[in-house]
């Protein structure tokens, strides 16, 4: 029987997404997220509130569990003090549970990684780091972690270089970046459930043909995506943002945040 999974950053955006649709495959969940989680649980969900500074915290929430499906954290460009507490100490005590118990991380990091080339370039996982500010400089070492921790430690880990997963693309940018929640659900999913991954590294978008994306490790856990922003090019195509900076860069208007570079 699959051990019980704990999902961080419940709460949020994507949490939300990811807790009926995990429960609904028949896992055992126990939620948390600094925040109060607003939805109805699932008769076979739990919520605890924690802080992911809290390392004792983690490691009893983590007690148990199979995989640690990891999508806590400052989830936006902020400043270096703000990121620090969330994304860098609270990613080590995720990394330090997952340890103790044996367990998978399903890590949920970012385009943002990477978000310095160019777009008209297109990347494979393996490519260098390229981040765009102190967010996917955080995500960057949470994939590094993933990498010593399973070096290290033989902790497995997934790390989900998640594009723009909203309900729908809504400009042009995200018509190569955009990841559908039905395909984020799936893609989580089969993280948890593939036999094993070692330490991966996915492209998290959806069937788009303008994708800057190419090879990664999906075969390893059986995963395609199903959607595809392309149904919506011919309303989105010209929604430029206008900034120079924010249209050369994958990251988009992350890159254009405090931009200084004179050349
Ligand atoms: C992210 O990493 C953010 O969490 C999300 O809010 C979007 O900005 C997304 O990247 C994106 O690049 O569209």
Redesign the pocket.
């Known amino acids: 029987m699959t051990r019980p999974v704990l999902l961080t950053g419940a709460s949020g955006a994507l949490g939300r997404q990811l807790a009926p649709a995990l429960a609904a495959a028949g896992l055992t969940l126990r939620l948390t997220d600094i925040a109060p989680f607003p939805d109805a649980l699932a008769a076979n969900a739990s919520f605890t509130r924690a802080d992911l500074e809290d390392g004792v915290a983690i490691l009893r929430l983590a007690e148990g569990c199979g995989t640690i499906v990891h999508f806590g954290g400052v989830?936006?460009e902020r400043p270096f003090e703000e990121v620090l507490g969330p994304n860098i100490r609270g990613l080590y005590h995720i990394y330090e549970a997952a340890r103790r118990e044996g367990a998978r991380v399903v890590f949920a990091s970012?385009?943002?990684t990477i978000g310095f080339h160019e777009r008209k370039v297109t990347l494979d996982a393996d490519c260098p780091f390229r981040p765009d500010g102190f967010?996917g400089l955080s995500?960057a070492y949470g994939e590094l972690m993933g990498r010593l921790y399973w070096d290290k430690h033989g902790v497995e880990n997934v790390n989900l270089r998640?594009?723009?997963?909203f309900p729908r693309p809504v400009d042009s940018?995200?018509l190569s970046?955009w990841l559908s929640y039905a395909d984020l659900c799936r893609l989580v999913l089969r993280c948890i459930l593939a036999e094993s991954t070692g330490h991966a590294v996915i492209w998290g978008a959806s069937d788009n043909s303008r994708t800057w994306w190419r090879r990664d490790h999906r075969g390893r856990i059986g995963w395609a995506p199903a959607d595809t922003a392309d149904v919506f090019a011919a309303e989105l195509e010209g929604k430029l943002s206008g900034n120079p900076v924010s249209e050369r860069y994958q990251?988009?208007a992350?890159c254009a945040i405090e931009y200084s570079r004179k050349e």
């Open positions: 989830s936006v970012s385009n943002h967010y995500k998640i594009g723009s997963s940018r995200m970046t990251g988009g992350f």
